[in-house]
């Protein structure tokens, strides 16, 4: 899956699980839970990731939205966090 294409998945309310990073591999995952089930977003080619928690709007483990640009997917939280990743493919599958 392309970068641009994570716009179209339906994440608004997700609850982010966890992130993992695998260093060695350029990876990075996100573990989800939506109304349909638990999902994978994993990042590959992965170049950069930054996840603050800072919670300018208050502690929130939802998701907003997910959006794309110059090779760099931020992902906003309910909290106002912006966790942002920059890869070169994605894959999102139910686990």
């Known amino acids: 899956m ?7 998945l339906p994440l608004h309310d997700a609850t982010l699980k966890s ?5 060695g591999e350029g990876r990075c995952r996100f573990f989800l839970e939506l109304a ?12 950069r990731v930054e996840i603050p928690q800072e919670g300018p709007w208050g502690p929130s ?10 090779g760099v ?3 906003e939280m309910q909290s106002g ?10 894959e999102f599958s139910a686990i």
């Not at 392309?2 to 179209?8: D, I, Q, S, V």
């Not at 992130?19 to 260093?23: K, N, S, T």
Request: no cysteine; net charge negative.
């Open 36 to 47: 349909a089930g638990n999902h994978l977003l994993e990042f590959r080619g992965v170049t």
């Open 61 to 70: 483990v939802s998701v907003n939205g997910i959006s794309v640009k110059d």
């Open 2 to 8: 392309t970068l641009a294409e994570l716009e179209k």
């Open 81 to 90: 966090d912006t966790i942002e990743v920059s890869a070169s493919e994605a």
């Open 19 to 23: 992130v993992e990073v695998l260093w």
């Open 73 to 75: 997917a931020a992902i």
